[in-house]
């Protein structure tokens, strides 16, 4: 996807119209609990500021269902962002209307100001045109930079693009497009990809689209039970998409007739129940008794896919290995993720998927030991899929 990006025009004296990812934690007292997604907008925005741009920022925050919920404004992110650029930053009352319009009339080159919370309005998630043109009036360049959101058509990241004339992406998105899609079109080999999570279901269309490029996939979570299930193994009582056995069987096919190989673990930590507390074992996957559930992957399983990742010069992963919010099923989850910074650090290109295995990297306290962790868990594994994500194909080539 070749995109124009912010680097390619100039924003001088321009009122600039830019869709960040503000979309963060807060806790009951309305205070920001990670400015992760902020901090990760700053690139752009100081880019824009810099070289004399005129700043309109707009985000969705929360799911307020097009009421206004005081609870989900975005006012505490105003606040954040301008301790963080020692600025202040104009809150607008709300996202359209003519208030709104004359405050973004009256910016100066290097002002700030950030609308409130597009999705106070239906029309926002609804691709609205009539709402979309409005958002659009007030600005003459449209940055999208909020990757998060790329893979929904909604008014503020593909309908604001037919009204707006240049339509650009901003260094976060021109980053996840950079290691995604380089991964995907001209990886370094061999390329790996490890899979988690819980359903099959999930991952199908990630599947089918890298067995046509990868080397080797692991798979982990509990889509590995299906996979037993259809090799004919006793699962206890371990998650079993029913209807996705045949399926299952099918992908093991498909994978040896492309000659990729299909790692599926060996050992699997079992419990008693799905609890902290619960009794747990570790056994090989062909003695999983009848009364135990799998909830992470065992020791040899962390060893052979170690030693995978090590060798391998792109991985991109997806998805946790077991139950990693509970300590007791979170070892094989954090014992990839070391693996992975472990391979970065000798070369090779590692891309985290966004999601549970973003947070679990982070509770590994290892970002910075991976080349990218992508800030769209949704869009990073419709990009993976081979989907178009319409926030990005709206901008300007």
């Known amino acids: 996807m070749q995109k124009k990006t912010l680097s390619d025009i100039s924003c001088k004296g321009k009122r600039v119209l830019m869709r960040a990812d503000f979309n963060v934690p807060l806790d009951q007292n309305g205070t920001i609990t990670n400015d992760k997604r902020i901090i990760e907008a700053l690139p752009s925005i100081r880019a824009i500021v810099e ?6 920022l707009m985000s969705h925050l929360g799911r307020p269902k097009g009421k206004v919920q005081e609870s989900l404004s975005l006012a505490p992110v105003a606040r954040r962002l301008s301790e963080l650029l ?8 709300d996202c359209i209307g003519t208030e709104v319009m004359q405050q973004a009339l009256a910016l100066e080159d290097g002002d700030i100001m950030l609308l409130e919370n597009l999705r106070f309005h239906s029309e926002e998630e609804k691709n609205d045109p009539g709402f979309a043109r409005e958002l659009a009036s007030m600005g003459e360049i449209y940055v ?22 240049t339509s650009v992406a901003g260094h976060l998105i021109e980053k996840e497009l950079k290691y995604l899609g380089q991964s995907l079109e001209s990886p370094e080999r061999p390329f790996l990809a490890i899979l988690g999570g819980a359903k099959i279901s999930g991952k199908i269309d990630v599947l089918d689209n890298l067995f046509d490029k990868v080397d080797a996939v692991l798979i982990g979570g509990a889509m590995i039970f299906t996979f037993f299930r259809a090799q004919g193994y006793e699962v206890g009582t371990s998650l079993v998409e ?15 007739e492309k000659n990729i190989r299909l790692l599926l673990p060996e ?29 992470d992957i065992g020791p040899k399983t962390i060893a052979a896919y170690s030693r995978e990742i090590l060798n391998a010069r792109t991985i991109v992963w997806n998805g946790p290995m077991g139950v990693f919010e509970m300590d007791a ?25 966004g999601g549970d295995s973003a947070a679990a990297v982070m509770k590994a306290g290892l970002e910075a030991g991976i080349t990218h962790i992508s800030t769209g868990g949704g869009a ?13 194909a709206a901008l300007n080539d």
């Open 242 to 256: 029913e209807d996705k056995i045949d399926l299952a069987r099918d992908l093991l096919k498909k994978a040896k």
């Open 329 to 353: 099923f979170a070892k094989g989850t954090i014992a990839i993720a070391h693996a992975l910074a472990d391979a970065t650090a000798k070369g090779a290109i590692s891309i985290v998927g």
């Open 267 to 295: 050992d699997v930590v079992v419990a008693s129940k799905f609890a902290e507390d619960a009794d747990t074992d570790t056994v090989d996957v062909q003695n999983i008794p009848a009364s135990m559930m799998g909830l």
């Open 380 to 392: 990073s594994l419709e990009f993976l899929e081979g989907k178009e994500l319409p926030g990005i």
């Open 51 to 56: 070289s004399g741009g005129r700043l309109i």
């Open 86 to 93: 020692d600025t202040s930053v104009v809150m607008a009352q």
């Open 144 to 165: 999208n930079d909020a990757f998060g959101t790329a893979h929904r058509a909604h008014a503020s990241t593909e309908g604001i693009t037919h009204y707006v004339p």
